[in-house]
């Protein structure tokens, strides 16, 4: 064959080929990752929702009630400014799933609770105006969101020990104070701390329970592939197989010659869809392409010289349909003679493969029964046309009358023409 593997540089790459049971699973695992992606947002919008209502319905009138108390009033009040600023930002950010700068603003947040501390005074040490002891923790949540729970656990003890030096410095260090302080830092810290730790958990449980879905729908979607091409290979093997068989018991017999031309090219044909049927089977990027080559091969090792032309790459075509495409071309491929040539021209949703053969005047054997003048008729039983010297007639596939595909798998057109020079047969699929 002059052009098989020569014209392979005319073949351009492409991704390999998705099928529809790729294609569903993806789809899957993409609608198990939505899971996800939804419940991490309820999350997300809860924690700012309680940091921003928090240090406004709670921090911030306390602040204002009791600024008279406090030792540095600005300073406290600039300090909840600064975090309310970096709470909205911060917010903002997060549900918008744009990235934080986790370590500075944990570092800020940290030296706002020093600062804090040192300024609301002894006598609003645990009162209500020195608002980190509640509010902070949930800005600690915001800001270090998606880290490592580890992270929550580490600021949380900072904050602590912030608070303690505190009671310390003040001169807090009666027993009620004590316990005071750590009600105060048991209290506004754990629910903060349970929170970040049980979206994280569930955040992680919930990507394990999506991988584990995608994986077991690709499972199941590559098994019922599979059983689907062995019983469509087996039906296709007993089709093959009785036609051979045929033709072999006749020869057995005696009702048949060798020698005679229309029983070679049976056997032809027979081979022909045999080694099509073998390469349906193989693993390769361009399924169609493959079974037209194999076709081909065939052919030409059976002394015919044979073009080869591609144009495009064809998309992922399901096996009946691909079968569709090459039976039309198998059969006159292999009543051919002297030469032929094969092209296929392909698009995303558009598929042509072509074949001119020498017009040796026989009717194609797999267009139909042919009328006993030897004019082919439809393989839908429509006659075919007559004009000029010129033998047309156009099938449409199974699909083009009746239903739709379920699986929106397109039709397949089958055109046949010839002069009494050469015969053009041409098989075509849209979506």
């Known amino acids: 064959m002059s052009a098989d593997p020569g014209l392979a540089g005319q073949t351009q790459s492409l991704p390999a ?36 209502v928090w240090h406004l319905a709670i921090g911030l009138p306390a602040v204002l009630a009791n600024r008279a ?7 406290v009040i600039g300090g909840w400014l600064l975090v309310a600023v970096l709470g909205v930002i911060a917010g903002g950010r997060l549900l918008r799933d744009a990235p934080l700068p986790a370590p500075p603003l944990a570092a800020l947040l940290l030296t706002v609770d020093v600062v804090v501390f040192a300024a609301v005074g002894r006598s609003q040490l645990f009162g209500p105006a020195n608002w980190v002891w509640g ?3 949930w800005f600690f949540v915001v800001v270090i969101w998606r880290q490592p729970v580890r992270w929550i656990f580490a600021l949380l003890a900072a904050h602590a020990c912030t608070g303690i030096t505190a009671v310390v410095c003040y001169g807090a260090i009666a027993a009620a104070d004590l316990a005071r302080a750590t009600m105060a830092l048991y209290g506004t810290s754990s629910l903060p701390a349970a929170v970040f730790a049980g979206a994280a958990t569930l955040a992680a449980l919930s990507r394990d329970r999506a991988a584990t879905a995608a994986t077991t729908n690709t499972m199941v979607a590559e098994r019922e592939a599979a059983e689907r091409a062995r019983r469509d290979r087996h039906e296709r093997l007993a089709l093959v197989s009785a036609a051979a068989g045929e033709v072999l018991t006749e020869l057995a017999q005696g ?51 044979i073009d080869l032309v591609t144009i495009g790459n064809p998309p992922p075509l399901p096996v009946r349909i691909r079968r569709k495409l090459t039976d039309p071309l198998i059969a006159v491929l292999a009543d051919a003679r002297d030469w032929a040539r094969l092209t296929v021209v392909s698009s995303s949703d558009e598929v ?3 074949l001119v053969t020498p017009d040796d005047g026989r009717a194609p054997t797999d267009g139909g029964p042919a009328a006993p003048d030897g004019v082919p008729v439809a393989a839908d039983g429509g006659p075919a046309t007559v004009s000029g010297g010129l033998v047309t007639f156009a099938a449409a596939g199974h699909d083009a009358n009746g239903p739709p595909s379920a699986h929106g ?7 046949y023409e010839r002069d009494g020079k050469i015969t053009w047969t041409q098989t075509r699929w849209h979506r």
């Open 17 to 52: 080929p998705r099928t529809p049971e790729l294609v569903l699973a993806t789809r899957a695992g993409r609608a198990a990752a939505a899971v996800v992606r939804i419940s991490d947002r309820g999350a997300r919008i809860v924690v700012v929702t309680i940091a921003l």
């Open 69 to 75: 108390e406090l030792t540095l009033p600005q300073v």
């Open 135 to 137: 509010g902070l923790a």
């Open 255 to 305: 009702r048949a010659e060798p020698t005679d031309p229309q029983v070679q090219r049976r056997c032809a044909h027979a081979a022909a869809r045999l080694r099509r049927l073998i390469a349906e089977s193989d693993d390769v990027p361009h399924p169609l392409l493959h079974e037209l080559r194999a076709a081909a091969d065939l052919a030409e090792r059976n002394g015919l010289r």
């Open 352 to 354: 042509e493969v072509g």
């Open 409 to 415: 798998e397109g039709q397949v057109e089958h055109l």
